[in-house]
């Protein structure tokens, strides 16, 4: 990430928590068009420890959105210390 920034792209690292707590926040004052535009935006975006949250559907539904105007577009990078098993890893993201 560092390289890139150095670049000349821009990006982002923030925890999940974080980031879903600001997605919790955009609802109340109906900014979440805004802030997946914003994210959107970004060449690089580096969520870390997703492992480790509990998502309200609502959150849910924001960051699948954001996730979506992203794919293939822009590069997302997800962290998390949890061990992989069967080849899913997020207990906060369900399929």
Known sequence: MLKALQNGYRGLFIK???LFDEMYASIADRASRK???R????DLLLID???YVNLRP???NIFFKLMEERYRRKATLLT???SMINGRCCS???T
């Open 16 to 18: 999940a928590q974080d």
């Open 35 to 37: 802030l997946i535009r």
């Open 39 to 42: 994210l959107a935006r970004l």
């Open 49 to 51: 420890e997703i492992g």
């Open 58 to 60: 609502e959150q849910a």
């Open 80 to 82: 998390t210390n949890l």
């Open 92 to 94: 906060a993201i369900k």
